[in-house]
């Protein structure tokens, strides 16, 4: 095969991850990269526009099955050009996650830099950064791994840190890899910081994808060839590439810092002054957000009185009251509210393995539902009924789906519908409704050009997500036949 060298740089983002740590608001289902945790987008969409410009390409993203509409959704709100949507069967860590794409742009017949980020970072000066990405692009192209370490403004103890081997003075601001560190102590850090070679690991690379597969060949064998064979063996729909499932999770469950760059000899480091943040706890969150003049950073309805140096954040309906707190975190949403001391908020991680093995839903589903069409949230419930709030986006429509064991009543509060009951097709504009059986099938669709909202009353013996059979589905979520809820 014949391989073309691109001039240009191509993004890949990875998207994976459950970001436990930002509980509740960031969910299994619905991840940090997906919320819009430091500003008006998502981390995602903040990604995005800043890998833009004449020498970027358009992006490659990775990421699983159950996030693909979401994704691609936002991208397109951004502005951001995607080439491809590449879906892990099953997560199996950076390290796949690279080599998939650098296995998928391999067998199009190209050898690219590739600019690996994750998805959910913060990068507060994107000049300095562009400026590292253009003192790195050389070393690159001629074969080396280039990583990026972020000039440490604090003995951090949840980053893991890169010493740099600065015996060469001469090095124009890339140097070789002396070791990579695991999150130290408090002690360590301190002692890394003072050291000045020691910067926090950003988990960002520049590459050539020939670099990554060699690297892997040496390193990772089995999984390069399991990976390897998942996308000879894949499906192509629209934007999204599926490598055969069978092949691809016989991949190692490992990071590419321990699979690769531990071991390789080809990695080096380029230190920057970007004001780098993985948001990886609700501490960072504080500590990226505007203050007020007690050094709290308050969101939603907050009122907070003789409270100081807090994270009051509340993304609920209801008021949250403060009073007297000193160096607390307080976060609220509909259906869970989490409060800690802000040196502790990282052992929500523990609290929320706690909460899934008592199965509790708050863990896995957001209180507001992403859903491909739009969103869905629950106001009221009780014995044998539940409420929704459901705002259907311009030109989206749900299934034609059925329900075993409950009734709906729909009342539209705002836009237009397009109601599907049985054979009847209908139009119902604000403050008209309809009734649909139990056993009825249905299908509510958004033919304007504005957000439609109604109110939903489910009634019956199980209200279950799951008590659903989809028959037509435009986002390939149709049951096969003969499927019963």
Same mark, same amino acid.
């Given at each position: 095969?014949?391989?073309?060298?691109?001039?240009?740089?191509?993004?890949?983002?990875?998207?994976?991850?459950?970001?436990?740590?930002?509980?509740?608001?960031?969910?299994?289902?619905?991840?940090?990269?997906?919320?819009?945790?430091?500003?008006?987008?998502?981390?995602?969409?903040?990604?995005?526009?800043?890998?833009?410009?004449?020498?970027?390409?358009?992006?490659?993203?990775?990421?699983?099955?159950?996030?693909?509409?979401?994704?691609?959704?936002?991208?397109?709100?951004?502005?951001?050009?995607?080439?491809?949507?590449?879906?892990?069967?099953?997560?199996?860590?950076?390290?796949?996650?690279?080599?998939?794409?650098?296995?998928?742009?391999?067998?199009?017949?190209?050898?690219?830099?590739?600019?690996?980020?994750?998805?959910?970072?913060?990068?507060?000066?994107?000049?300095?950064?562009?400026?590292?990405?253009?003192?790195?692009?050389?070393?690159?192209?001629?074969?080396?791994?280039?990583?990026?370490?972020?000039?440490?403004?604090?003995?951090?103890?949840?980053?893991?840190?890169?010493?740099?081997?600065?015996?060469?003075?001469?090095?124009?601001?890339?140097?070789?890899?002396?070791?990579?560190?695991?999150?130290?102590?408090?002690?360590?850090?301190?002692?890394?910081?003072?050291?000045?070679?020691?910067?926090?690991?950003?988990?960002?690379?520049?590459?050539?994808?020939?670099?990554?597969?060699?690297?892997?060949?040496?390193?990772?064998?089995?999984?390069?060839?399991?990976?390897?064979?998942?996308?000879?063996?894949?499906?192509?729909?629209?934007?999204?590439?599926?490598?055969?499932?069978?092949?691809?999770?016989?991949?190692?469950?490992?990071?590419?810092?321990?699979?690769?760059?531990?071991?390789?000899?080809?990695?080096?480091?380029?230190?920057?002054?970007?004001?780098?943040?993985?948001?990886?706890?609700?501490?960072?969150?504080?500590?990226?957000?505007?203050?007020?003049?007690?050094?709290?950073?308050?969101?939603?309805?907050?009122?907070?009185?003789?409270?100081?140096?807090?994270?009051?954040?509340?993304?609920?309906?209801?008021?949250?009251?403060?009073?007297?707190?000193?160096?607390?975190?307080?976060?609220?949403?509909?259906?869970?509210?989490?409060?800690?001391?802000?040196?502790?908020?990282?052992?929500?991680?523990?609290?929320?393995?706690?909460?899934?093995?008592?199965?509790?839903?708050?863990? /896995?589903?957001?209180?507001? +539902?992403?859903?491909?069409? #739009? &969103? %869905?949230?629950?106001?009221? @419930?009780?014995? $044998? !009924?539940?409420?929704?709030?459901?705002?259907?986006?311009?030109?989206?429509?749900?299934?034609?789906?059925?329900?075993?064991?409950?009734?709906?009543?729909?009342?539209?509060?705002?836009?237009?519908?397009?109601?599907?009951?049985?054979?009847?097709?209908?139009?119902?504009?604000?403050?008209?409704?309809?009734?649909?059986?139990?056993?009825?099938?249905?299908?509510?669709?958004?033919?304007?050009? /504005?957000?439609?909202?109604? +109110?939903?009353?489910?009634? #019956? &013996? %199980?209200?279950?997500?799951? @008590?659903?059979? $989809? !028959?037509?589905?435009?986002?390939?979520?149709?049951?096969?036949?003969?499927?019963?809820?």
């Amino acid at each position: 095969m014949s391989l073309r060298v691109s001039a240009n740089i191509r993004p890949v983002i990875l998207c994976g991850g459950a970001g436990t740590r930002l509980w509740p608001v960031s969910r299994q289902t619905f991840p940090k990269q997906l919320l819009p945790v430091t500003g008006d987008h998502s981390l995602l969409q903040q990604t995005s526009t800043r890998l833009t410009g004449k020498q970027f390409s358009p992006a490659i993203l990775v990421s699983g099955e159950d996030q693909r509409f979401f994704i691609k959704r936002q991208l397109q709100l951004a502005g951001a050009a995607v080439e491809a949507i590449l879906l892990e069967p099953s997560a199996r860590n950076t390290a796949a996650a690279a080599t998939l794409a650098a296995a998928w742009v391999r067998s199009n017949g190209r050898d690219e830099v590739l600019l690996l980020m994750p998805s959910d970072h913060v990068i507060g000066d994107g000049e300095a950064f562009m400026s590292a990405i253009q003192t790195g692009l050389a070393h690159a192209e001629n074969g080396e791994i280039v990583t990026f370490g972020a000039h440490p403004t604090e003995p951090n103890t949840q980053y893991g840190y890169i010493e740099a081997d600065d015996s060469d003075p001469s090095a124009g601001g890339v140097f070789p890899i002396a070791r990579f560190v695991e999150k130290p102590n408090a002690e360590k850090a301190a002692e890394y910081v003072a050291t000045g070679r020691f910067f926090w690991n950003s988990g960002i690379f520049l590459l050539k994808a020939s670099t990554l597969l060699d690297e892997m060949r040496q390193f990772l064998p089995t999984s390069l060839e399991a990976i390897s064979r998942s996308v000879a063996e894949a499906t192509t729909d629209d934007l999204f590439f599926r490598p055969e499932a069978t092949s691809f999770v016989q991949a190692e469950n490992i990071s590419i810092d321990h699979g690769i760059m531990e071991h390789t000899t080809r990695g080096v480091i380029v230190p920057v002054q970007m004001n780098w943040s993985d948001v990886g706890s609700w501490d960072a969150v504080w500590k990226l957000g505007k203050k007020d003049n007690s050094n709290n950073v308050t969101q939603g309805d907050v009122v907070a009185l003789d409270t100081k140096d807090s994270l009051v954040r509340n993304d609920g309906k209801a008021l949250v009251a403060t009073l007297g707190l000193e160096k607390m975190a307080v976060v609220a949403v509909r259906d869970a509210v989490f409060v800690a001391p802000m040196d502790r908020v990282a052992e929500v991680r523990d609290l929320v393995d706690s909460l899934r093995s008592e199965d509790r839903q708050c863990v /896995v589903m957001p209180a507001k +539902v992403a859903r491909p069409w #739009g &969103t %869905y949230e629950t106001v009221a @419930d009780g014995p $044998r !009924f539940q409420v929704k709030h459901i705002v259907v986006d311009p030109g989206e429509r749900l299934s034609l789906q059925m329900h075993y064991h409950r009734s709906e009543h729909w009342v539209v509060v705002h836009g237009s519908a397009e109601v599907t009951v049985g054979d009847k097709v209908t139009i119902l504009q604000e403050n008209e409704s309809t009734y649909i059986p139990a056993g009825t099938q249905h299908r509510l669709a958004n033919p304007g050009k /504005v957000p439609l909202e109604l +109110v939903e009353i489910q009634c #019956g &013996t %199980y209200l279950g997500e799951d @008590d659903i059979v $989809r !028959f037509d589905d435009q986002y390939g979520r149709a049951d096969p036949p003969g499927k019963k809820a």
